[in-house]
């Protein structure tokens, strides 16, 4: 198990990297289209869809991005877009967390369908907009994500339950701790600082999410970031929700060792819209 993890993280590193490196963004765009139409195809197959049902779920989510791609969205700001888009994740995983498992199936299937799409949609072009803005700053909203998982594991592993006496939602993801969320969170924190020095301290010619954030004061900095880092749990309870109601452990095996490829970038779906939305509103 421990030798797929590694191969299959070796792997997308080989084919990620050069990608996100290449000095036009239509390689990233081609790469993470690839894998969001592998999460479409997920997220049929999680929602009760046969297995072509779900490639035509996949394909077109492919199209969906590939029409944007040809509108010319990804040269524009879509401040609208990113508002509405954030506003539907709040809104919605507010509404999801709080009907639980058994309010999943409830939801009409086609209405179920049509969200994950679109909100892979939103998620491919939150990347490849964020790429042409600039390798730095996608990378700062990346390892946000990154960091709230990672120091929420270890925080919660060490702590979880020495402080308070319930799980975050045990009936959705047992092994989630309060205690975790705030290591996850005091984590992306002194994160979004030491971002924040580099790059004045190196002269960035593309400032971070956390130097644009900062440039408008302190208090945004750390409220955009905490928001972020509540997003990204959001996301993935979200996930979690919908795997336990579809009785999965992970969302496919499309990456060996990994799961699927919903399982990576769960915490992703809200966070991505939610920093454009936020560096819209500083620009």
């Known amino acids: 198990m421990l030798k797929q993890r590694i191969v299959t993280a070796l792997v997308l590193l080989a084919i990620l990297l050069p990608a996100l490196f290449y ?3 239509i390689a990233l765009a081609a790469v993470v289209l690839v894998l969001v139409a592998g999460a479409a195809w997920e997220w049929g197959r999680l929602n009760g869809c046969t297995f072509a049902a779900s490639l035509v779920l996949a394909a077109l989510c492919a199209l969906l991005c590939l029409a944007s791609w040809q509108a010319g969205w990804l040269l524009r700001p879509l401040v609208l877009l990113w508002t509405v888009a954030t506003g539907a994740w709040v809104l919605g995983s507010a509404w999801l967390l709080r009907a639980g498992v058994a309010g999943w199936p409830r939801i009409p299937q086609a209405l ?4 994950g799409v679109l909100a892979l949609w939103l998620a491919w072009l939150a990347v490849v907009r964020a790429r042409m803005i600039g390798i730095n700053f996608l990378l700062s909203v990346m390892t946000l994500v990154w960091m709230a998982d990672i120091a929420a594991y270890f925080t919660g592993r060490s702590f979880g339950l020495r402080f308070t006496k319930n799980k975050l939602a045990p009936s959705i993801s047992p092994g989630k701790s309060w205690e975790g969320v ?4 005091a984590g992306v924190l002194l994160l979004a600082l030491a971002w924040s020095v ?3 301290h190196w002269g960035a010619t593309v400032p971070s999410l956390y130097s644009r954030l900062a ?3 302190p208090w945004l900095l750390v409220l955009g970031v905490l928001f972020m880092a509540c997003m990204s749990v959001v996301g993935d309870l979200v996930e979690s929700l919908v795997k336990r109601s579809a009785g999965a452990k992970d969302s496919s095996n499309l990456l060996p060792g990994h799961g699927g490829v919903l399982d990576r970038v769960d915490a992703l779906l809200p966070t991505l819209p939610l920093a454009m939305m ?3 509103l500083v620009a």
């Open 23 to 25: 000095p036009q963004p």
């Open 278 to 280: 936020l560096t819209s």
């Open 112 to 115: 179920r369908l049509v969200a």
């Open 198 to 200: 580099l790059d004045r």
């Open 215 to 217: 440039s408008q004061g």
């Open 182 to 185: 705030w290591g996850g969170v």
